[in-house]
C-alpha cells in the first residue's frame, strides 16, 4: 500500500521573497534582492510604478515618504532626481546611499542574481494612462536575460488584460485581500491562473475549489510558517514571504 506523505511547506521554486528579502533588507532594492539570493529564494516579488516624466521605478508607494531620507510624490519626480534618493539609510545605516532603483537597473539584476520575479503593476492616479504604464514595463521586461522568468500580478484585472494582450506568455496573477463570490468569472476573463491572496483570508474548503477548477493559490505576506501547516495539503501553491529563509530552512 502507497502512502502520501503530508506536505510539510511550499517547494523552493514556490517561495516568493516580498519586495526581496525585505525583513533583513530596505524593501524593492538591489540589497533586498541580493540578499533574497543569498537566502537561496528563486522568486522575488516587487512593484513597478512611474515617476512623472515616465520612468518606471521599484517602489511599493506613491510617494518615497516612507522608504527613502526624501519627500515626494512619484508624479512630482523626474529620473534626474533619482541621484538625490537614498533609499537605505532609513532601514539601517549599512544601507546608507542604496539607490531607489529603477526597473531597467532592476531587470538586469534579476539576471546577475540568478533570479525570478513576480512583478506587481501599480497603477496610480498620476499614470497618464493604463496604456502607457503596462507597455512600457512590457518594454523593460523584455530586455530580460534569457534564464530570468516574469509572471505578473495586479490588484486591477484592467492591469492584467492590457500585461496579457502584450505577451500571452506571462502568467498572470489576480492580487486579493478576499476572494470575492465571483472571483473564477473575473479571472476567466482576464484570462489568468493564479490568484495570490491575503493569508488570513485562505480556507480548505477555497482552496479545494481552486484545485478543482485548475487555478493556483499563493498567499501573501506570511512571515510564519506555522500559520500555513494546514493548506498545503488543501492545495496552497506557494507563499511570499518578507523573509524567505524561515521556509528555506
Known amino acids: 500500500m502507497t502512502t502520501v506523505e503530508p506536505r510539510l511547506g511550499p517547494p523552493r521554486s514556490e517561495i516568493q ?107 496610480h492616479a498620476h499614470h497618464k494612462s493604463l496604456d502607457q504604464l503596462v507597455n512600457v514595463v512590457d518594454q523593460h521586461l523584455k530586455t530580460r536575460a534569457p534564464h530570468t522568468r516574469i509572471m505578473i500580478s495586479s490588484f486591477d484585472a484592467a492591469a492584467l488584460k492590457g500585461m496579457h494582450a502584450l505577451d500571452p506568455s506571462y502568467e498572470l496573477a489576480m492580487l486579493w485581500s478576499k476572494v470575492p463570490a465571483d472571483w473564477l468569472d473575473i479571472l476567466r476573463s482576464i484570462p489568468a491562473t493564479t490568484i495570490h491572496l491575503d493569508y488570513k483570508a485562505l480556507s480548505i474548503g477555497f482552496l479545494e475549489e481552486a484545485v478543482r477548477c485548475g487555478i493556483k493559490v499563493r498567499a501573501w505576506t506570511c512571515n510564519d510558517p506555522r500559520r500555513l501547516a494546514s493548506f498545503w495539503d488543501a492545495g496552497l501553491t506557494g507563499v511570499i514571504t518578507d523573509d524567505p529563509s524561515v521556509y528555506l530552512t
Open 17 to 123: 521573497a516580498h519586495r526581496g528579502a525585505s525583513a533583513v533588507a530596505p524593501e524593492n532594492t538591489i540589497a533586498a534582492f541580493r540578499a533574497a539570493a543569498e537566502q537561496g529564494a528563486e522568486w522575488v516579488e516587487l512593484d513597478v510604478a512611474l515617476l512623472g516624466d515616465g520612468t518606471p521605478v521599484v517602489i511599493h508607494d506613491v510617494s518615497i515618504d516612507r522608504c527613502s531620507s526624501s519627500k515626494g510624490n512619484l508624479a512630482d519626480l523626474t529620473a534626474s532626481d533619482l541621484k538625490t534618493i537614498d533609499a537605505g539609510a532609513w532601514f539601517g545605516s549599512q544601507f546608507e546611499g542604496e539607490p531607489l532603483p529603477t526597473l531597467a537597473r532592476v531587470v538586469s539584476a534579476l539576471g546577475e542574481f540568478g533570479l525570478n520575479a513576480n512583478v506587481e503593476i501599480k497603477q
